[in-house]
């Protein structure tokens, strides 16, 4: 069975109870808040291993760094990893985009990770507010104006809605 379906299975499965999830996520998002600080530190600098090599480095299980490149995985420049097929011995990348990072954490809710101080200078605060705001309003759903009968044409030709445009409707 492939790392990533053990993780799913044992972070999203029926295996735990509601307490033992509970653990599990908060170590998790403890050691994630570790391993991101490190990879921060050093925003422009290529971290590369095998899976097991990486778990060793950043000091925790394979496991939960399993979960960590399915987290980190859409916010790498350019590629993806193969996390649905990587084993320990899976050499992996991780160079990560800085703004598609920050963007993500946002969507995430992960307030711990977008937070972190090391932000400050990766990417400027004006330029994080709008991250943080272009995130915000992708999940906004606008409505359009209605048009009513009466209404000029959106079309631009001058006439009434009903009389125009709005004779096939």
Known sequence: ??????????????????????????????????????????????????????????????????GFLDGINESLKGYKNPIDTMEEDTEVKIEIDPEKLYYNMVEAKASWLYELPQWDSILPADKRKELYKAQKASGTVRKDKKIFPNDPCPCGSGKKYKKCCGKNA
Do not use: C, H
């Open 1 to 66: 069975m492939a790392l990533l379906e053990t993780w799913r299975n044992l972070a999203y499965g029926d295996g735990l109870d509601d307490k033992k999830k509970e653990e599990l996520w908060s170590g998790y998002f403890q050691i994630e808040k570790g391993i991101y600080e490190q990879i921060l530190s050093a925003p422009s600098e290529t971290v590369t291993g095998t899976v097991k090599e990486l778990a060793e480095k950043y000091n925790t299980e394979i496991l939960i760094m399993t």
